[in-house]
């Protein structure tokens, strides 16, 4: 398999590998939480975020043939790269984008998993989801130890998987080793999954709209100062993300 300088890159600053720069949307060390953001409906996952002190960055707001080109190199990446074999792979994740997932049937954003367990790193969330999550043998996955040369994150094992691959989820009974892994707030886990994906993407829809970035940027100013948002930035916001996500879909296909 090779890949081009643009997925490489994309992957690289999905992963954090970014260069010293003083454009705010290239150094961002973080922008994972922002690309991942904008893939959930609604506005519970941006708050959920800035409680936990994320970043959401408003330089994504500014420039869609940038962001979307993030997106799509990303995506190209998932048509090159599939699990070798069945395989289990670990995540935490935080209650509200669970809820998000399982009301969709599916992942609305990409997924960060470790082969290698669950990693103590992401347990700074509220509310946490312990998921054990099979791919099949030719599920789109990227396999970050695999495909790239200086992977910096080498211990976490990561493989990551692409936004609309439809999921089943169940409960499962978790083990006495997870049941003493706690939340930011030294709670126990609220769900333990075990989630099978679908390796055939969902297709969504949304009608064209014309955006008003101001107002999404005010909104992230907002959020990231701890202050109240108004609702027509809500509005706004949302037909924003909506324009990007079905934009994003289509890269699937």
């Known amino acids: 398999m090779i890949l081009t300088n643009e ?23 973080k922008a994972y939480v922002t690309l991942n953001a904008i893939l959930f409906d609604g506005l519970d996952t941006e708050v959920a975020r800035s409680n936990e002190g994320r970043f959401l960055n408003p330089a994504f707001l500014e420039d869609d043939e940038r962001l979307l080109n993030v997106y799509k190199n ?52 509220k509310d946490l ?11 789109p996955c990227a396999d970050f130890g695999k495909l790239l040369h200086h992977y910096l994150k ?15 989820v169940q409960d499962r009974v978790p083990s006495k080793e997870e049941m003493e892994i706690r939340d930011r707030y030294g709670n126990p886990p609220a769900l333990f999954l075990d989630i099978d994906v ?28 701890h202050k ?18 079905k934009r994003v879909n289509q890269f699937c296909r």
């Open 228 to 245: 109240p948002i108004l609702e027509k930035d809500i509005e706004e916001y949302i037909h924003f993300k909506h324009n990007i996500q």
């Open 7 to 29: 997925e490489i890159r994309a992957i690289c600053y999905y992963e954090g590998d970014v260069e010293e720069s003083d454009d705010p949307f290239w150094s961002d060390r």
């Open 129 to 139: 989801v312990l998921m054990k999550i099979k791919l099949k043998k030719g599920t």
């Open 154 to 168: 080498e211990e976490e094992a990561e493989i990551l998987l692409p936004p609309f691959l439809p999921i089943q």
């Open 74 to 125: 990303l995506l190209s990446v998932f048509h090159k790269s599939f699990s070798e074999k069945e395989q289990t792979v670990y995540r935490v994740e935080r209650l509200a984008d669970m809820e998000s997932f399982m009301q969709k049937g599916m992942w609305t954003s990409f997924i960060s998993t470790s082969k290698a367990g669950f990693l103590k790193s992401y347990q700074d969330k």
């Open 198 to 225: 679908e390796d055939k993407y969902s297709e969504i829809t949304y009608d064209e709209y014309e955006i008003d970035r101001e107002k999404c940027k005010r909104l992230y100013d907002c959020l990231n100062c």
